[in-house]
């Protein structure tokens, strides 16, 4: 158990919907990391939040968006959905507690599969 | 453009050999390498890493080796157990930019290792 927590596991929707998922990062971790793993494919960078603001954007489009609240729990959201968006999207804390050097020793939760029909 | 590149999709090893599971990058910006091992309906979790100042790292069972002149890093793990049984991932970051949020990753090997 990585201690990050994800929801849903699993989502079945239409094109055209709109989806949230919802991330916890470990308890203590500040930084929260959004990816896509789409079939066959590596972890595609999204989006990063530290302390609840933005810290870097990846390949994220712009039908998606991300924000980190104040208990540090994270949200994608992901509109106008595409049977392209289907895929395993990951979110990741890091156990840096600052804005020191962050080597990429992410802690994963176990995903959110969505299967856009 | 795929700056991390894992061309096995997939590897058979016995119970007590090497597994040697392969990486190659094309960024020389990446200075900064790591492996993530991945079980079905789980999230990666970190397995072991390396920087270039390095060309070798060890862990129990597990070292990663980096040859920085021919852009190239490899895992072993000795001997492979069938709880080794995942798929490796294989990621790069230029550690300079001080964020994980530049970790490129491969596209993953499967490894299997059977009895």
């Known amino acids: 158990d990585s201690g990050v927590t994800q929801t849903p596991k699993h989502l079945i929707t239409a094109t055209g919907q709109r989806v949230t998922l919802r991330c916890s990062p470990r308890?203590?971790?500040?930084?929260v990391y959004w990816y896509q793993q789409s079939l066959d494919q590596g972890l595609q960078f999204l989006i990063q939040?530290?302390?609840?603001?933005?810290?870097a954007k990846g390949n994220i489009l712009e039908r998606f968006s991300a924000q980190q609240f104040p208990d540090l729990h994270s949200e994608l959201n992901l509109s106008s959905l595409e049977l392209g968006d289907s895929a395993l999207y990951f979110c990741?804390?890091?156990?840096?507690?600052?804005?020191?050097?962050?080597?990429?020793?992410?802690?994963f939760g176990e995903g959110s599969r969505l299967t856009v029909l | 453009d795929q700056q991390v590149k894992q061309n096995s999709p997939s590897l058979s090893v016995q119970e007590g050999r090497i597994s040697i599971l392969n990486c190659d990058y094309t960024?020389?910006?990446?200075?900064?390498f790591l492996w993530y091992k991945k079980y079905p309906a789980e999230g990666p979790t970190f397995l072991i890493s390396?920087?270039?100042?390095?060309d070798k790292n060890e862990d129990g069972r597990f070292t990663v080796f980096l040859n920085k002149s021919a852009k190239h890093l490899s895992l072993h793990i000795v001997p492979s157990q069938p709880g080794d049984s995942a798929v490796y991932f294989c990621?790069?970051?230029?550690?300079?930019?001080?964020?994980?949020?530049?970790?490129?990753f491969g596209t993953g090997t499967r490894l299997q290792v059977t009895l």
């Open positions: 390396i920087s270039s100042i390095k």
């Open positions: 960024n020389s910006m990446f200075d900064y």
């Open positions: 990621a790069a970051s230029p550690i300079n930019t001080g964020t994980a949020s530049k970790l490129t």
């Open positions: 308890s203590g971790d500040l930084s």
């Open positions: 990741a804390s890091s156990s840096r507690r600052d804005r020191g050097l962050d080597t990429g020793e992410l802690f």
């Open positions: 939040y530290y302390n609840g603001e933005e810290r």
